[in-house]
C-alpha cells in the first residue's frame, strides 16, 4: 500500500493502526514536492470483508504565513493505492467516505518570530469507536473529494519519526506548593505556582520535543481539561502550546498528541478537580528514528553534560526529516544550524545517510529559477540570514559526499551548486568582493553572538559572507574535478583566486595585521579559506590565538560563525587546547554557563535572562569537538567516505580519559585513551574494510608499544613518520591496545 498525504496521516486496516510511526509523512517544500509511504498490510488482511482507513491531520498544509499566499486550500487530502498478489489495485476516487474525527487542531499553526502551532483538541464524546471495522455503517458520511493538483511524488527513504523514548515527570506541583518526587530520579526544585485553583505543574526533568500522554478519571461529560507547555521554569504557557480534552459520559479518558507536537519541561494540567499522580503523564521524545552510532564520555563531568545537552538539543529540533531553529515557536530549518548540527551532531553520532539525502534534496527544492536559494527550507517562508543560510545546498552535499563518499550526492547538487555561485557572482563589485545583494536581514554575517548580530550592512557581515562564498567556491572547485569537470573546475578556481585577493586588500588592517575588527571569526575565516595570503598567514594566526586565549577565552561566535571557527579550529589549526579553555569554564558566555544554570537543552542567546526560547539551535554542533578533537576520530582530507579516516586525539587540559565511538558506512569507529603521569594508553578499533592513520603523542617512536611490542613491529601497523610530537602510523582493519610513555601530564 502507497499512501501520500498533504499534512500527516495514520493507516489502519480492520481496526488495526499499521505500524509504529507517528507524523507521517516527512515534511518538503509542498509547493512542489509530497512524499508517500510504503505500508506492507498483507498481514493484516482476512477473507471477507476488509476495510482500509486513513486518519489525516493537516499539519503543514494549514501553515499560515509559510507557503506565501498559501499553497492548499483543503486541510486534509491524501492519494492511497493499494496493489495486492493476484495482480488487482484499488486506489483513492470519490466512492471513499470521509468524516469529521474527535480530534482538530487547537490555536494556528503560524511560525516567524512571533510564531505559534497551538495544540489539539480532543472531544471524546464524538469519538466512533469502531469507524474502522468493516461492520462499521459508513452511509451516513460523505463522499470523498477529487482534487487536481501537478505535483512531484517521492517515495519517503529516511526513517521515519517515532516515539523514541519515554519520560516521567521528576515532580508535581499543586496550587497549595506541596509536591512529589518519585525514588530513584534527580529532584527538580518546584516551580511557582499559578494561584488559579485546579492547576498541577509536572516537571519533565529537561526539555524535550514529543508528545504527552495524560490519564484522567473522575471527570464530567463535558467537562474539559486543559495543558499548557512551558520550557521557561515559573512559566505556565509559551507560544501558546495549549491542547484541550473533553469528557465524554465515561468521566475517563486519555489525552494524547496525534498530529501536532510541543515542545517543553514544564507541563501545566488544569481542570481535573483531583489531585493527580505521576504515573498519569508520559513525555514521549519524537524524531527521527536514527540508530545512535556515536559516544563520548570522559574524567569531565562538565564536559559529558554538554556533550549530552549538544545532542538533547539537536534530537528536540528534528522532527519530520527536518532540523529546526526551535520546535516551538518558528519550526523552520534555517541553512546555518544545518551545517552545524551535520558535522558536530548528526553524522558523527547516528545513521544519517537516508536523512541527509532528503535534507539536501529539501534545499534543492527551494532554489529559485535565477539560482537564488531561499535561507530556510524546505518551507519557503521568506525568513531572515545570510549567504550561509542559503549556501545549504554546498555545505550540506559537501558534507555529506565528505563522509559516505557517495558520488550519486554530488551529481544531484551539481547544478544547484553551480546556480547558486552564478547568482552570487553577479553581486561581485568592481573592487572584486561580494556585495549586498538583498535587504540588510537577508545578508546577515554571524547571528546571536556575544557582542551582538552582525547585519548585512555591517564590515563584519560583508567580511563573513565574501569568506562563505570563498568557502563554496572551494567546494565546488572540488566537486567538479570529481565529477571529471577539469574546464568548469578551473573556472572557478580563477574566481576563488580572485575573490581571496580582493578580499584581503578589502578587509586587511597592514597596521594590526587582523581583519576588520581583530574578532576571532574575523581572522578564523580568512585563515581557513585561504582569504590570508601566505606572506601575512603567521602574524593574522598569532593575533587570533591572542584574542581567543588571553583577550576573549570563550567562544565570541554564534548561530552562523560556530561551524565554521570549530571546523578551523578542529580540522585545519587543530587547537583543541584553546577550545578546552573556552568550554572548561561556567562563567557567561559558554556553555558550562548554560549547565550551571540548569539548562537542558540550548537557549536561543548565550545571554539567558529573560530569554523565552530555550530550545535552539543557534549553539548545536560541539559535540563534533569532543568526537573529533579529544577523541580524534574525523574526516582524512585526502579520501572520502570514511575508510581511510584520521585517529588523532588530544590529551588537553586536567583530562586524564576520554572514551569516543563514532559511526560511519563500515561500522563503528573508536578511541579510547587514558593516561597517569606521561604514560598514555590508546584502545582503537578500526572497523574492517578501513584503514586509519593513528597519531599517537610520543617524544620518539621508542616510547611507544602496541599489545607489548614495539609499535613499528606490530601486526597491522605501519610507522609513517614523527611529526609535531606525535609518531604517525596507518593502521589495518582491527583492534590494538598502544601505550606511550612520553604523553603530555595533565594539568
Request: aromatic letters at 12%; charged letters at 20%.
Amino acid at each position: 500500500t502507497y499512501l501520500a498525504s498533504i499534512g500527516y496521516h495514520e493507516l489502519f486496516v480492520n481496526g488495526e493502526r499499521v505500524g509504529t510511526r507517528v507524523l507521517s509523512p516527512g515534511v518538503t517544500n509542498l509547493e512542489k514536492r509530497v512524499l508517500y509511504v510504503t505500508y506492507d498490510i498483507a498481514s493484516k488482511l482476512k477473507k471477507g470483508d476488509n476495510v482500509i482507513a486513513v486518519w489525516t491531520g493537516p499539519g503543514w498544509a494549514r501553515a499560515d504565513g509559510s507557503y506565501g499566499k498559501g499553497v492548499w486550500k483543503q486541510d486534509s487530502i491524501f492519494k492511497c493505492q493499494v496493489n495486492m498478489s493476484n495482480g488487482q489495485s484499488l486506489h483513492t476516487d470519490t466512492s471513499w467516505k470521509c468524516k469529521l474525527s474527535s480530534s482538530e487542531n487547537l490555536g494556528l499553526w503560524k511560525g516567524g518570530g512571533r510564531g505559534e502551532y497551538g495544540g489539539e483538541l480532543i472531544d471524546a464524546r464524538n469519538h466512533i469507536a469502531d469507524w474502522n471495522q468493516a461492520s462499521y455503517d459508513d452511509s451516513g458520511w460523505a463522499d470523498a473529494t477529487a482534487y487536481e493538483k501537478s505535483i512531484i511524488m517521492s517515495a519517503e527513504m529516511q526513517e521515519p519519526d517515532r516515539k523514541i523514548k519515554t519520560l516521567t515527570p521528576v515532580s508535581v506541583v499543586a496550587n497549595d506548593g506541596s509536591y512529589t518526587v518519585p525514588t530513584g530520579r534527580h529532584t527538580a526544585n518546584p516551580v511557582t505556582i499559578s494561584k488559579n485553583d485546579g492547576k498541577y505543574i509536572f516537571d519533565m526533568g529537561e526539555n524535550f520535543t514529543g508528545w504527552i500522554e495524560f490519564d484522567m478519571r473522575n471527570g464530567k461529560e463535558g467537562g474539559v481539561v486543559k495543558f499548557y507547555t512551558s520550557n521557561g521554569k515559573g512559566n505556565i504557557l509559551e507560544y501558546k502550546q495549549e491542547s484541550h480534552y473533553i469528557h465524554d459520559a465515561s468521566g475517563t479518558g486519555t489525552f494524547s498528541h496525534r498530529f501536532n507536537y510541543q515542545a517543553g519541561r514544564w507541563i501545566t494540567v488544569d481542570g481535573l478537580g483531583y489531585k493527580p499522580e505521576l504515573k498519569d503523564l508520559r513525555g514521549h521524545i519524537v524524531t527521527n528514528d536514527r540508530e545512535r552510532t556515536g559516544s563520548f564520555v570522559s574524567s569531565k563531568e562538565l564536559f559529558n553534560q554538554i556533550y549530552e545537552a549538544d545532542l538533547r538539543t539537536y534530537l528536540a529540533n528534528t522532527v519530520n526529516g527536518v532540523t529546526m531553529d526551535c520546535p516551538h515557536r518558528e519550526r523552520y530549518g534555517y541553512g546555518e544550524i544545518a551545517l552545524a548540527c551535520t558535522w558536530g551532531c548528526a553524522i558523527p553520532h547516528f545513521e544519517s545517510a537516508a536523512y541527509y539525502r532528503k535534507a539536501c534534496r529539501d534545499w534543492y527544492d527551494v532554489q529559485s529559477e535565477d539560482g537564488f536559494v531561499n535561507t530556510i527550507a524546505p518551507q519557503v517562508y521568506k525568513g531572515a540570514g545570510g549567504t550561509l543560510w542559503s549556501s545549504a545546498p554546498v555545505t550540506l552535499t559537501w558534507e555529506f559526499y565528505r563522509s559516505y563518499g557517495d558520488q550519486k550526492i554530488l551529481e544531484m547538487g551539481y547544478e544547484p551548486m553551480k546556480k547558486w555561485l552564478d547568482y552570487l557572482n553577479k553581486s561581485v563589485s568592481d573592487e572584486g568582493v561580494l556585495v549586498q545583494y538583498t535587504k540588510a536581514s537577508r545578508f546577515l554575517g554571524d547571528w546571536a553572538t556575544p557582542h551582538g548580530s552582525e547585519y548585512g550592512n555591517i564590515p563584519a557581515a560583508k567580511l563573513f559572507n565574501n569568506c562563505v562564498y570563498a568557502y563554496n567556491l572551494n567546494v565546488f572547485v572540488q566537486t567538479a574535478n570529481i565529477l571529471g569537470k577539469p574546464d568548469v573546475a578551473a573556472t572557478y578556481a580563477a574566481r576563488l583566486k580572485n575573490l581571496q585577493k580582493s578580499a584581503h586588500q578589502h578587509f586587511f588592517n597592514d597596521d594590526t595585521k587582523t581583519y576588520i575588527d581583530g574578532r576571532q571569526l574575523s581572522m578564523a575565516f580568512p585563515l581557513y579559506t585561504g582569504i590570508t595570503p601566505e606572506s601575512e598567514r603567521a602574524a593574522v594566526y598569532a593575533n587570533f590565538v591572542d584574542e581567543i586565549k588571553n583577550k576573549k577565552p570563550y567562544l565570541d561566535t554564534g548561530s552562523s560563525g560556530l561551524p565554521m571557527l570549530l571546523k578551523y579550529m578542529v580540522e585545519d589549526a587543530e587547537r583543541a587546547d584553546l577550545l578546552y579553555t573556552c568550554l572548561a569554564r561556567t562563567e557567561y558566555p559558554g556553555y558550562g554557563h548554560f549547565i550551571e544554570n540548569d539548562e537542558t537543552t540550548w537557549p536561543e542567546y548565550w545571554k539567558t535572562e529573560h530569554e523565552a526560547s530555550r530550545i535552539h539551535t543557534c549553539y548545536t554542533g560541539i559535540a563534533g569537538y569532543f568526537t573529533k578533537a579529544i577523541g580524534g576520530i574525523r574526516h582524512d582530507p585526502s579520501s572520502h567516505g570514511m575508510q581511510k579516516f584520521l585517529i588523532k586525539p588530544k590529551l588537553v587540559g586536567d583530562l586524564t580519559f576520554a572514551n569516543t565511538t563514532s559511526g560511519s558506512y563500515y561500522g563503528s569507529m573508536v578511541s579510547n585513551w587514558s593516561r597517569v603521569g606521561t604514560t598514555g594508553t590508546f584502545h582503537i578499533e578500526v572497523p574492517p574494510n578501513t584503514t586509519a592513520t593513528v597519531s599517537i603523542p610520543a617524544k620518539d617512536i621508542k616510547d611507544i608499544t602496541e599489545s607489548g611490542k614495539p609499535a613499528d613491529q606490530a601486526e597491522g601497523v605501519t610507522y609513517l613518520k614523527s611529526d609535531a610530537g606525535h609518531a604517525v602510523f596507518t593502521v589495518d582493519s582491527g583492534v590494538y591496545d598502544f601505550t606511550s610513555t612520553s604523553v603530555p601530564v595533565a594539568k
